[in-house]
């Protein structure tokens, strides 16, 4: 009698269990594991840069907006970056601020006085500033970084030297990651179990995906936190686009679609920035993330057709099905799960489903746990550090999924609110 009833939930209502397992294990969790054995392969086969006799001038320009509070740090990471000072020129582009902003420039004016440092004043909003500063840029790589993080002392250093080194790379995205020692810190353990899936994120997302899309040049999109351009490539372009909340998409964009140039990942380029305050800003800054992917991907996709017959042929095309398309059947199925009780489903097929699909992310997440730990090498004490979250591949599918849920309210924000933005 048991054996006949355990076939009966599996065989006879296996058409169940099969949609509900199989959109999430082809398009997700397989690629990710197969992914994972490929930023290991070329991990281990990679070439060592080397230094050219004589190293370039660089401009590195940081949009200010009321950075009166991390604008210091942001400053003495660059002054004490392992690249030589006297051939750093700094633009501070303030678009607007109104707290004392100038002032923290002022006392970093006189405590780094061997930087070559300088403040424009540009209109409000930070697609503006950059135009401006760009503009003012002498250096031969321009690089953009956030006023509210800090460069590891090598970063820059290393994006010269992958650019040297590679000429035919006309732009570069740093690897973002949360401050730990910020993480650490944090008093509560609300705060800090979410702050601690952020930095699992990224760690994976950069050293890991972004990785894979830059053996093809399929970056979507740079960070806007710390990325960096040839000179004369950035002068090429129709510089950042004002109309959008995705200028770093858009500006990808511009230099892959248009340049046809190669837009890539220098993974031991390492950007710190604050960890997230809480699930108010995670939700204010994932759907402007959507809603920027979305709006570039419209505006590039008027000279190349994207629809459902270019999903081999067209990156774009996958981005927007897997990110975008397959949020609204998730979710549909989330609930329709529910409706099936009525139909006489088993609840122990649902539960069993439900744990089963939990369990291939859980595992999914630990293959990527791995491999970054390997791919950290180079940083010890970041190693470290990940190498105590190893718990965190438990929570990780919990927060993939809030996020998801958040995607989705923007994609119907974007719809029907397309003249305005508004993310609540």
Known sequence: MTITYWLDLTLLQMGFWLTWVLIPLVVEIIPAIISSFRVLYRFHHRSKHKVPAKLPLITVIVPVYNSAKTLFACIASIANST???????????????????????????????????????????????????IYQAIGKYVINIDSDGTLRPEALMNMVLQFENEPDVAALTGAILSNKKVIRELPKNSHRILAQNEYFEYVQAFLSGRAIESEHNHLFTRSGAFSAFRREVLLQTFMYNTMTVGEDTDMTFQIRQNLKQKVVLCPNAIFYISPISGLGELYTQRQRWFRGELETSKDFSKSKKVGILSLFDNFVTRRLIIDHTFLFPRMIWFFASFVL????????VLIDS??????????????????????LQEFPSEKHYFGHLWWVAWTFPIYNFICAWIRMIGAINTITRPTQWNSE
């Open 354 to 375: 439900y744990l089963l699909i939990y369990l291939l992310y859980v595992f999914a997440s630990f293959i990527n746990y791995f491999c970054v730990r390997i791919l």
């Open 341 to 348: 009780l009525f139909f006489h489903y088993s609840i122990w």
């Open 83 to 133: 690249y030589p000072t006297h051939l750093i020129q700094v633009i501070l582009a303030d678009n607007q601020s109104t707290d004392d902003s100038f002032s923290v420039f002022s006392h970093a004016q006189s405590v780094f006085n061997r930087l070559n440092m300088q403040m424009i004043h540009t209109q409000k909003g930070k697609a503006q500033a950059l135009n401006s500063a």
